[in-house]
């Protein structure tokens, strides 16, 4: 016995998805910018049965106002991978008019992109450091680096692109969090309306799409010469990395867990005006891949640069914004925390910005951190017939530099976790008809 409407929805898609990439001859030789890339194309197709489920399931009592379920599944067929089920459960549960609960338990299909799939090689140059390099340990040897090498460059021309044996990405996911939106806040002299909110995140994924750890697994080559981690890496008769091959791949497993926290305010009507604040922060408390045809954790973690790409362990988004008629104007402030990555050893480039090297100049860590970022926009609503509006605004007003990123292979800055250098300024405009 429910006790309001059940409502149901169905329904069914077919998508076709294609793509190709047919470079001029220029590009095709590398003679554009050094880098060489390959014609690709290729495609697939995906029939969909879905069904979704709301039902209300207790209402009015005492501790459930408002007690509602929902059920929902996907039924997909890939011309190129099969068919997969993924369902969703989810509940909500409004104890008082204050206060809600809800959590939700789903499983994920991703199949790859077209690029991810059909991507043509190219190639990058990224910062790594060969362990034989001064220590041509029997390891070495066996791998062809004769005695007295050393790495006279560590700049590797890394070979990247997708692959057409990839499998999808499935996962599961619950989150579980409450939302409190308090009485005693609302309509008064200084508030319209607060809400707070709260959200824990737990995410597992099976067969993750990405390539490994390049210095990882040039480490694990020379320490195990396993052909797992050595296949795709040649050497010259000097001994020095002539090829590197880091193609996509199903790497592993990836489990990772955290906290979102939301504060939202509105502030009452002024006669100069209305204003608010929204503060959202993100706590990654926990992020771990493993390798499964090996079992070996990826050095990728809470706190860690690496791979040009670090994961904060806080992220923090807090905005404040003014309305008055058709005007309205807001200000942004982003903070990403602080990163650690491993220092390459060099004992002339790295050892002179690497900020805590070894005594000896060999290696280390270098901190980068934390970053904040200041964004302001304005906006006004034309007093035209239809609904126009002109915008404009600066980001990264102060003109804040990422920190330095020794590591990085992307002018010396993690760009995948920073804003590009300098100011961002723009101007736009919108129009409803």
């Known amino acids: 016995m429910f006790v309001g409407s059940l409502d149901i929805a169905a329904g069914y898609e077919h998508r076709k998805l294609d793509g190709s990439y047919t470079p001029d001859a220029v590009v095709v030789a590398g003679d554009s910018n050094g880098v060489p890339s390959g014609p690709t194309n290729g495609g697939y197709s995906v029939d969909e049965f879905y069904v979704e489920l709301n039902a209300p399931l207790l209402a009015d009592m005492a501790f459930a106002k408002h007690l509602d379920l929902s059920v929902a599944s996907r039924w997909s067929d890939y011309s190129n991978f099969g068919n997969t089920t993924n369902n969703k459960f989810g509940l909500r549960w409004q104890l008082v008019d204050d206060f809600t609960l809800r959590g939700t338990w789903a499983e994920g299909f991703r199949a790859p992109s077209i690029g991810e799939l059909f991507g043509t090689f190219s190639r990058f140059d990224a910062q790594l450091s060969d362990p034989c390099s001064g220590n041509v340990t029997a390891n070495c040897s066996a791998l062809g680096v004769p005695a007295g090498f050393t790495q006279n460059n560590p700049q590797i021309s890394i070979i990247t692109g997708g692959d057409q044996h990839l499998k999808p990405e499935t996962s599961t996911s619950l989150t579980l969090g409450g939302i409190y939106s308090p009485g005693w806040a609302e309509n008064t002299g200084w508030s319209q309306k607060v809400d707070f909110e709260l959200t824990f995140y737990k995410l597992h994924v099976d067969d993750a799409i990405q390539a490994p750890d390049a210095q990882t697994q040039l480490d694990r080559c020379v320490a195990t010469l396993d052909p797992l981690f050595c296949t795709g890496i040649t050497r010259a008769g000097n001994g020095s990395i002539d090829g590197f091959n880091n193609t996509l791949r199903n790497l592993g497993r990836i489990d990772t867990k955290g906290y979102d926290l939301g504060v939202n305010w509105v502030g009452p009507e002024w006669s100069w005006g209305h204003i608010g604040a929204n503060w959202q922060i993100t706590y990654t408390q926990d992020y771990k891949a493993v390798a499964t045809d090996t079992g070996a954790a990826e050095p990728r973690a809470v706190g860690i640069e690496v791979t040009d790409s670090g994961i904060p362990k806080y992220r923090s988004t807090l905005s404040l914004s003014w309305g008055l008629a058709d005007w309205s104007a807001s200000w942004t402030m982003r903070y990403i925390s602080d990163l650690t990555e491993r220092c390459n050893p060099d004992l002339t480039a790295v050892g002179a910005v690497c900020s805590r090297p070894l005594p000896d100049l060999s290696g280390g860590t270098n901190h980068l951190g934390a970053t904040t970022y200041h964004d302001v926009r304005v906006s006004w609503k034309l007093p ?38 300098g100011r961002f300024t723009y101007v736009e405009a919108s129009v409803k008809f």
């Open 384 to 421: 035209v017939r239809y609904d126009m509006s002109i915008s404009g605004g600066i980001n990264n007003i102060f003109d804040k530099d990422p920190p330095v990123c020794v590591s990085c292979s992307l002018n010396g800055y993690d760009a995948s976790t920073y804003d590009l250098p």
